[in-house]
């Protein structure tokens, strides 16, 4: 049995769908799995489905939908205890073998990618990150997201994915490639606007593509951002990298990507 969670939350059998019943078990399956192998505390899945103000009822209902998932695992797992959920106080651990969780999967290979193109392997490193990032399907448990799940781990999940889709694009355009890499930075600098690093690489991006004006106006969204949200201004380097484009900096051509803090 296989769970995939860089989408809308799935669990597999023999590549065979199998349902994970009501929104209960579906949340507190994502949030398990999130943390898997560790022991979570009653307490915490509590928080997860309601916040602060559960319904009087909420132990007794975490407590039927883990005994619904308990039953799924029990029927559709292998008896070989890759995946079992079990009771261990204060609350419950689900136990994921390593390749059955394509969040572990999706990290393995941006480890191997990253000591790749450490290592001065840029090819295999670089085509190593693609194939992690085309794991997704959508933001982490996107359908649970939907209905107002939203936790500090699915947050820490997806900025890991922004960290490997950026220096994904940082080695494209090292080798030039800013018409193939301009789209999607285009598409995640709108969904994460006080993304430094993301707009430094749009800049660089759109400068290469001859759209001088078009990265200025970058800098200045991600500007705006910055001080709507947080009352700050950009970096020194996001800072520079504008004088850079303002002054038509013969380096921003070379095959290297500013790289903001």
């Known amino acids: 049995m296989r769970f995939n969670l860089l989408g809308p939350l799935e669990a597999v059998s023999d590549d065979t769908p199998v349902g994970l019943g009501g929104f209960n078990q579906r949340a507190i399956a994502g949030f398990l799995l999130l943390r898997a192998n560790e022991t979570v505390p009653t307490s915490k899945l509590i928080h997860a489905l309601w916040g602060y103000d559960p319904p009087a009822t909420s132990r007794k ?3 039927n939908a883990v005994s619904g998932l308990c039953r799924t695992i029990e029927r559709h ?4 205890g890759s ?6 106080t204060p609350g419950y651990r689900l136990t994921v073998a390593e390749g059955h969780l394509d969040l572990w999967r999706f990290r393995h290979q941006v480890d191997r990618g990253r000591a790749e193109l450490a ?3 840029q090819e295999s490193g670089l085509a190593k990150l693609r194939s992690a990032l085309s794991m997704w399907r959508g933001p982490a448990l996107a359908d649970l997201v939907e209905s107002g799940i939203a936790r500090p781990e699915l947050k820490a999940v997806a900025g890991l994915r922004l960290s490997v889709f950026e220096d994904y694009a940082q080695e494209v355009l090292r080798r030039g490639g800013h018409h193939e890499i301009l789209g999607e930075l285009e598409e995640l600098t709108a969904a994460e606007p006080t993304g430094e690093r993301l707009c430094g690489l749009l800049m660089t991006a759109l400068y290469r593509c001859g759209r001088q004006h078009d990265a200025l106006a970058a800098y200045q969204r991600t500007r705006a951002a910055l001080l709507d949200g947080f009352g700050l201004d950009p970096g020194h380097e996001l800072r520079a990298l504008e004088a ?12 290297t990507a500013p790289r903001p803090a």
Do not use: E, K, S
């Not at 995946?83 to 261990?88: F, G, H, P």
């Open 61 to 63: 209902m975490v407590q």
């Open 77 to 80: 797992a292998r008896p070989d």
């Open 83 to 88: 995946v079992r959920l079990t009771t261990v």
């Open 119 to 121: 290592a001065g392997d």
């Open 244 to 255: 850079a484009v303002l002054n038509q900096d013969p380096a921003l051509t070379c095959l």
